[in-house]
């Protein structure tokens, strides 16, 4: 029942949005920005940057909501805007993703990862994370966070798949080493 009444809450503050009911957009925004806001901050890690992609992402979705199809829901859409619009920040400003010569290179190649010591407090994960290289970070974010599949941040980073999958791997060597030496104080 809950899930309906958020389904027709949605088509309706969009409904609002595409005649221009300012409403709908105050409406959508209160619904998402706090997410939404998380999902840039995670991946751009800059306060004021975040706030200024938030801002941009949603009036980017506003401004084509029109051509808004509702195929994966709003949320899905404005989370892909903002994480577009995130990327496209960190390329601009500091992420330098190198393509790597790994040849016939294989995660099974690098050294093996005990998933269940993944297992820790998610402050200290967190913190983990946030001290990732900045390319690690990235791509740890969208692919174990934000559930983008490794194909996916390839093509929008511009880079090989392969080296998708490795420094994904190799953010999670990163991460467990961090957590196993105690982590970040």
């Given at each position: 029942?809950?899930?309906?009444?958020?389904?027709?809450?949605?088509?309706?503050?969009?409904?609002?949005?595409?005649?221009?009911?300012?409403?709908?957009?105050?409406?959508?925004?209160?619904?998402?920005?706090?997410?939404?806001?998380?999902?840039?901050?995670?991946?751009?890690?800059?306060?004021?940057?975040?706030?200024?992609?938030?801002?941009?992402?949603f009036l980017a979705a506003y401004q084509a909501i029109d051509g808004f199809q509702n195929t994966g829901g709003f949320r899905a859409w404005i989370k892909r805007?903002?994480?577009?619009?995130?990327?496209?920040?960190?390329?601009?400003?500091k992420m330098k993703i190198v393509e790597m010569d790994t040849g016939n290179m294989k995660i099974?190649?690098?050294?093996?990862?005990?998933?269940?010591a993944f297992t820790f407090k998610m402050e200290e994960v967190q913190k983990a994370i946030a001290a990732l290289p900045e390319p690690y970070r990235t791509i740890f974010q969208l692919y174990a966070i934000e559930n983008i599949p490794q194909v996916e941040i390839a093509q929008m980073l511009g880079i090989a798949n392969n080296t998708v999958r490795i420094q994904y791997h190799r953010a999670k060597l990163k991460i467990l080493r961090t957590l196993k030496e105690g982590g970040i104080s």
């Open positions: 029942m809950e899930l309906d009444t958020t389904i027709t809450i949605h088509e309706e503050l969009i409904e609002r949005c595409k005649r221009g009911d300012s409403s709908g957009y105050t409406g959508l925004y209160n619904l998402h920005a706090k997410e939404v806001y998380n999902t840039i901050f995670r991946l751009v890690q800059h306060t004021a940057e975040a706030e200024d992609i938030l801002q941009d992402s805007i903002a994480i577009n619009k995130s990327i496209n920040w960190i390329r601009r400003n099974e190649d690098e050294e093996a990862i005990d998933e269940r």
